[in-house]
């Protein structure tokens, strides 16, 4: 079973920065997508942003500009860059890989992978 690592959470005031990281326990390269999802009290498991193995990105609206994905494969290791964070990116941050080649019990692809989740708290 893979098993996705984070590390990075934290406290951080308003306007701080923090970076989290994801390190899967098999190649990198195996997982067609991975990405950082949030998860808040009373809220759904929202996607924050996506990076595929040809290094295509996309974010959620609300943090678009403030925050950056990126991978290291020779690190296999995926980050989130967190910039000028605000009160409402307070949450779980949870790793995602998406696995093409093996498939959910109802037969759908892709499986998903998820790490143990990270909190983030911005408090002033």
């Known amino acids: 079973q893979v098993q996705l690592v984070e590390s990075g959470g934290g406290l951080v005031q308003p306007g701080g920065s923090l970076r989290l990281s994801c390190t899967p326990s098999?190649?990198?390269?195996?997982?067609?997508?991975m990405g950082w999802y949030r998860e808040t009290p009373g809220k759904y498991r929202e996607v924050v942003a996506a990076?595929?193995?040809?290094?295509?990105?996309k974010y959620l609206d609300h943090v678009q500009g403030r925050f950056t994905i990126s991978r290291d494969d020779a690190k296999n290791t995926m980050y989130l860059q967190m910039n000028r964070l605000q009160l409402d990116d307070t949450g779980v941050y949870f790793c995602n890989a998406k696995d093409i080649t093996r498939t959910n019990p109802d037969n759908t692809r892709p499986y998903n992978y998820w790490g143990q989740g990270t909190q983030v708290t911005v408090s002033s």
């Open positions: 990076i595929t193995n040809g290094n295509s990105t």
């Open positions: 098999e190649n990198i390269l195996h997982f067609y997508s």
